[in-house]
């Protein structure tokens, strides 16, 4: 789920589609319609045919009758390329083309456009269309827009772009009774941040909510944390409408305290026990790995950095320990998050393990060498490939993609072999094994609680696990 303005950002790249806002602007048709009955009527029962989901089929009924007749007496099939447009498409193609962006040249600002009026329709057919649309009152614009015309008879209104955007800022209104607006039907920046945030898929909505990486955002996320908080569950100085660790432990106590399947997400029966109406109206989310390691990352059993490992900062050891050794290296580990990111979506790694990894082992290139070396020149990169076991691929940089591809391949490799060697094991522990042969080798890892005997600090595998939590609430 998006909103406008997450579609405006997003789609900058030429991909300038108004297709996703589908859900919200049949709310804003359905809602005009109940502030001026049959404002507007649909003529998909007409011999139409349209090239995209995004073409609304509703016209003024005038101009509709009109549409019949011409149809009716060419006997052809209409092909459409925009016919209704609603204030949500209109801002999109307004802002994209403020921006100068998706190679639009021309477009009115929302309310004015000519296709919020119900009287106009763009075919790519004109030529072939010209003539008997014009003998029904329907004018071709001219080589200006050629794909474009306007219906000009009697017995419409033409107020129409003003009552989409009342029709909006009522539909707002009734989502948001704690942010009400004025419903003058006029556009001005009140009206455009409303827009920003509203949701493509239209109001009331809801999304399952639940941990991912990164965290989902939102309202919604706020929500529930201050449900939490009122359980107990909570403390009121974690609720920052973020979905992170504590939120879903606090869900799973909630969940079991209530008797349901304790998975820790809230969908429809958790939501209804929390007793919110809780929509979502802002979110954030962009999905990269699977929920399977991420989940098995967020449940693996640690201890945290050995004394060994945490006295290089002059710490005690303990999971704090590891969570301050990793918040040292976090911006660092920002800096690289994009494309942890990107290689963590190619191998199904949950990137906050990627970035753990990278901490533990150089202190995310910190700790390396003016060419990047470490361990006493044995080892490239922040990832530390061995090169007396492999050839360091990406050695131009420390933090190259290519360095980091080949350090995440072997991980996922020694994934494999710890699945492979332990098949009954659950993912948390094939994970955890996983991260202990990446230090010592799949042959360490005998049994789940002495895995990280032998590993270098004692510790390897509990470390990175829970620096790897760390990150996961902080990337
Ligand atoms: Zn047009």
Known sequence: MAT???????QSNGSCSTVPTIGLNLQIIAEMNLLVPNVLVSF???????NSAAVHAFLQPAAKDALRRAIQSRGKTLVLTSAYRTVAQQYLLWSWYQKRQCGISRAAEPGLSNHEDGLALDTPDFDAWRFILASHNWQWLGDGDPVHFTYMGRGVRDDIGSIGLKAFQILWNKHNPGDQIKEDGLFGPKTASRLDQSPAEGFGATRLLKLTTPNMQGEDVRRVQETLVQAGLLTSNEVDGIFGINTEIAVKNFQERNGLSKDGSVGPQTLRLLGGSITANRSLQLVTVSDRWLKALLNAPTTGASPITASQDGLPGGIASSHTMANTDLLRVKGLAAMF??????????????????????????VLDRGGWG???NAFGILQVDKNYHTPRGTHNPSSLEHIEQAIGIFVDYRQQVQAKHPTWEDEYVLKGATVAYNSG?????????????????????DVIARAQFYSNHL
């Open 442 to 462: 799949v042959s360490n890892v005998q049994t789940k609680a002495g895995m990280d005997i032998g590993t270098a600090g004692g510790d390897y595998g509990s």
């Open 375 to 377: 361990d006493r020149g």
């Open 44 to 50: 998909e029962d007409l011999d139409i045919s349209a």
């Open 4 to 10: 406008l303005k997450e579609i405006i950002d997003s």
């Open 341 to 366: 990111r990107q290689v963590g979506a190619k191998f199904d790694v949950p990137v906050a393990l990627i970035a753990a990894l990278a901490s533990r082992e150089s202190r995310c290139g910190n």
